[in-house]
């Protein structure tokens, strides 16, 4: 199985961009979609990006995902920075037959 | 709209047994796979098991292989976590969540509310 590492918080001020990095540990990164998961203090999760770069519908465009096979990583980018995003982020991908979480990354918005 | 909603979950002793149950609505969900994702007080996210639409494929996390059991009623609309020799590491909200494939798993649309699982004597 394969790791997928995040840091462990990020902060920004409002109106700012942000890039929260997802490093896969082994397998490339671009062999199997990767998804991004917001989850604000007691509430379920929600996806704001699927299969890679892709944003469900309701999810504003200041969301955005890619990935860099280069260094192995996916990347989600927030521009704009409001303060509702201050949440806990993860990063999700999988292989043959599993799914593996990404240990999160708390975004603080001051 | 996608509702999934989660039940069964409460306080049990090391060694017992517990079934959660997922009814979903909003969507034709004999056409998707389904999840059960879990989270430890204070951690993070945890994949438990995958079933995909016609349970042809089923997948488990090794931290689980062998005392849960993932399975699913198409004429019902339900998904269900039979949960078996359950330990304290058990302890968790668990999450039934849609996947965003018919016949894998590979990640995931919509997310239910979580129903608690708390084991302790």
């Known amino acids: 199985n394969f790791m997928l590492t995040q840091p462990h918080s990020v902060s920004e001020s409002p109106g700012k961009t942000v890039t929260i990095s997802c490093t896969r540990s082994?397998?490339?990164?671009?062999?199997?979609?990767v998804q991004w998961y917001q989850q604000r203090p007691g509430s379920s999760p929600t996806t704001v990006i699927y299969?890679?770069?892709?944003?469900p519908s309701g999810v504003p465009d200041r969301f955005s995902g890619s990935i860099d096979s280069s260094s192995n990583s996916a990347s989600l980018t927030i521009s704009g920075l409001k303060t509702e995003d201050e949440a806990d982020y993860y990063c999700?991908?999988?292989?043959?037959?599993?799914?593996?979480f990404g240990g999160g990354t708390k975004l603080t918005v001051l | 709209e996608v509702q999934l909603v989660e039940s069964g979950g409460g306080l049990v002793k090391p060694g017992g047994s517990l079934r959660l149950s997922c009814a979903a609505s909003?969507?034709?969900?004999?056409?998707?796979?389904m999840n059960w994702v879990r989270q430890a007080p204070g951690k993070g996210l945890e994949w438990v098991s995958s079933?995909?639409?016609?349970?042809?494929?089923?997948y488990y996390a090794d931290s689980v292989k062998g005392r849960f059991t993932i399975s699913r009623d198409n004429a019902k609309n339900s998904l269900y976590l039979q949960m078996n020799s359950l330990r304290a590491e058990d302890t968790a909200v668990y999450y039934c969540?849609?996947?965003?494939?018919?016949?894998?798993?590979?990640?995931?649309?919509?997310w239910g509310q979580g129903t608690l699982v708390t084991v302790s004597s």
């Open positions: 969540a849609r996947d965003l494939s018919s016949t894998s798993c590979y990640g995931i649309d919509y």
């Open positions: 909003g969507f034709t969900f004999s056409s998707y796979s």
């Open positions: 079933i995909s639409s016609s349970s042809s494929y089923i």
């Open positions: 082994s397998g490339s990164i671009a062999s199997n979609y």
């Open positions: 299969e890679d770069n892709q944003r």
């Open positions: 999700q991908s999988y292989d043959s037959s599993n799914q593996v």
